[in-house]
């Protein structure tokens, strides 16, 4: 049971325009989110998080928007760089139920972002 | 400061061989992941240690063991791999549960 899913698997977008990557979840305890990037032949590094009780959480060109009631989150990169090439994994995770080691973060399957010249 | 690291990078085993992979963090962090990153499949956890000398099984830990006889080091262990365990690997430490994780570069084995 996939509980974070990320359905589109790839997603090209043009220099300089807006890429908006997408994530749902289906655990409704889960108030804490996260964004992370990979590059090819890295670990993945932390990008932006999101409690729930907040619905916008920006840094810098990176906008996470959160949509409680839809379950969904979504990362808006603007403008988008030939750098943000990169697979984007979204997590989540039921952090304020203290519900000890059940906190830890799910991860989705990722998108891999491509910006063209 | 190093972050999180791991040996080796690479790694070719026949199945049935046996190998140790050792993750080490600098960030005195409590809590620490072993995860496999498969194509289509994301990152899966395999296990997890919430402090020192504690372990604990996560999504997928059939056919792997580990140890965190340090603060610092965690170790992923396969006894008898298998072509099914080949997978890029990576390490990641937390300061808490579910805090952002910081990811070691990963290592990537294949079963032959």
């Known amino acids: 049971d996939q509980q974070v899913k990320q359905n589109s698997p790839s997603l090209s977008v043009q220099e300089g325009r807006i890429s908006i990557l997408n994530c749902d979840y289906t655990?409704?305890?889960?108030?804490?989110f996260l964004w992370y990037k990979k590059y090819p032949a890295e670990g993945p590094t932390f990008l932006i998080s999101i409690s729930s009780i907040k619905d916008k959480n920006e840094d810098g060109r990176f906008t996470v928007f959160l949509n409680k009631s839809a379950k969904h989150l979504s990362l808006h990169i603007v403008p988008s760089q030939p750098g943000d090439s990169a697979v984007y994994f979204c997590?989540?995770?039921?952090?304020?139920?203290?519900?000890?080691?059940?906190?830890?973060?799910?991860f989705g399957t990722g998108t891999r972002l491509q910006v063209t010249l | 400061n190093a972050g999180v690291t791991q040996t080796p990078k690479f790694r070719v085993l026949k199945t049935g061989q046996s190998m140790t992979l050792l993750c080490a963090q600098d960030?005195?962090?409590?809590?620490m992941y072993w995860y496999r990153q498969d194509p289509g499949m994301g990152l899966r956890l395999i296990h997890y240690?919430?402090?020192?000398?504690?372990?604990a099984k996560g999504e997928v830990p059939d056919g792997y063991n580990v140890s965190r006889l340090k603060k610092q080091n965690f170790l992923l262990g396969l006894e008898s791999a298998a072509p099914s365990q080949t997978s890029v690997y990576f390490c990641?430490?937390?300061?808490?549960?579910?805090?952002?994780?910081?990811f070691g570069p990963g290592t990537r084995l294949t079963v032959t």
């Open positions: 960030m005195n962090h409590e809590y």
């Open positions: 990641a430490s937390s300061y808490a549960i579910a805090y952002e994780q910081y």
């Open positions: 655990n409704s305890m889960f108030d804490y």
């Open positions: 240690s919430v402090g020192e000398g504690t372990t």
């Open positions: 997590a989540a995770s039921p952090r304020s139920a203290n519900t000890g080691t059940a906190s830890k973060l799910t």
